[in-house]
């Protein structure tokens, strides 16, 4: 009896864990982006030109909030290609990627039979995104079994796309667990920030950092989280300890490292992402206490002092685009007063990071950890 080749076995599993877990979670965050998130912010913005009050504000704002929801509505399409393109398929594969991951957000629908039927015998579910937990498990193997077909024979017009739709269909059973596992994370967050906001303030920004900085996107973890408690005020508490969490790593990073990579590593960390610094923590992982530091210290503030909310599109952004900033925004407004507001997110997100990663930055490169160059950004 032959033995299996140990490192091909090996190899084997460290391509799937990249394919599915870092390629796959990186196209589904694509996806949320140019959606949900993307909505978000229009939506946001409608809003705001809607409290002008005057009829030209009210068809700008109301056209914008219109247009923010259907974008918001299409996540699960958008997660379907994201993770199509990102497992390199073929066209048809991306195309029909799209149906799949709208059958994906509404996997629960689908299975319970929950949806509202109009006269005309038509079905819809309720207008909201669905879950992108549900999006991800089904596109990402609907995906791969047309991947499987795609190429094989002539018929590719017709057996990509049914072969993708009726795996969708199948895999909706599949996604069912993983989408219950996630609201039962939900709900322990939700009860624990709410018993214990202090701790959990630092559990929760501590553990998103890591996340936004680490080749994994923190936005699609805490929007899949987040989502699966909606209107919940301890889970937008917890998005406050998130977001800060995420902007500790973001202007962390960016203030931590001036001294190597200047004004525009300032500005591509701090309103781009600290995921650049990736080479640079393989080689030296000690690079990141300064930012888990403040971490530990902005995440209970958050839950405790500030009271900040974030909701769901924002919690796992930080200052990136200041996607953050504007979810905190909207969850915070009208909860607690303008003026601590606005205090916790300068100081939050931009004042103490940046002062708490520069102060333990210096103490760690006199005493050696941090050598000159180790968070110098590799540029191309």
């Not at 993708?164 to 993983?178: D, H, Q, R």
């Not at 393989?282 to 958050?302: D, F, S």
Request: glycine fraction near 12%; aromatic fraction near 8%; hydrophobic fraction near 55%.
């Amino acid at each position: 009896m032959l033995k299996p080749d140990k490192a091909k076995i090996l190899s084997t599993v460290k391509f799937l864990a990249k394919r599915w877990f870092i390629d796959a979670f990186t196209g589904m965050a694509q996806g949320l982006f140019v959606t949900l998130i993307a909505g978000t912010i229009i939506k946001q913005l409608g809003n705001l030109i809607l409290k002008a009050g005057t009829p030209a504000a009210e068809v700008v704002g109301g056209a914008l909030v219109t247009i923010g929801t259907i974008a918001s509505f299409l996540m699960g399409a958008g997660i379907g290609a994201g993770i199509a393109k990102s497992i390199k398929g073929s066209n048809l594969v991306i195309f029909t990627g799209i149906v799949a991951g709208m059958i994906g957000a509404f996997s629960l629908q689908f299975i319970e039979g929950n949806w509202i039927v109009t006269e005309g015998g038509s079905f819809l579910s309720v207008v909201s995104p669905g879950n992108p937990i549900g999006s991800y498990v089904v596109a990402l193997i609907a995906s791969e079994l047309g991947s499987l077909v795609s190429g094989k024979t002539k018929l590719d017009i017709i057996l990509v796309p049914l072969t993708v739709i009726v795996s969708a269909m199948l895999a909706t059973y599949v996604a069912w667990p993983f989408i219950k596992l996630i609201d039962l994370l939900a709900k322990g967050i939700e009860l624990a920030t709410a018993m214990q906001p202090f701790l959990m303030g630092i559990v929760i920004a501590a553990s998103m950092g890591i996340l936004l900085t680490m080749p994994t996107s923190s936005a699609a973890m805490w929007i899949a989280i987040a989502m699966s408690a909606p209107g919940s005020d301890a889970m937008l508490l917890a998005g406050g300890a998130a977001v800060v969490g995420c902007a500790a790593h973001m202007v962390g990073f960016a203030v931590a490292s001036f001294r190597e990579n200047g004004w525009g590593g300032l500005i591509a960390q701090g309103l781009g992402t600290s995921m650049l610094q990736i080479p640079n923590i393989m080689r030296n992982p000690r690079i990141m206490l300064p930012e888990i530091a403040a971490c530990i210290v902005v995440g209970p503030l958050a839950t405790t002092v500030f009271k900040l909310r974030c909701n769901a599109a924002g919690g796992g952004m930080g200052t990136a685009g200041l996607v953050g900033v504007f979810g905190t925004i909207e969850a915070s407004s009208g909860v607690i007063p303008d003026w601590q507001m606005w205090l916790g997110i300068v100081l939050l997100m931009f004042v103490l990071p940046a002062v708490i990663s520069y102060f333990v930055a210096l103490l760690l490169r006199k005493v050696g950890w941090i050598k000159p160059d180790d968070q110098k950004l590799e540029t191309k």
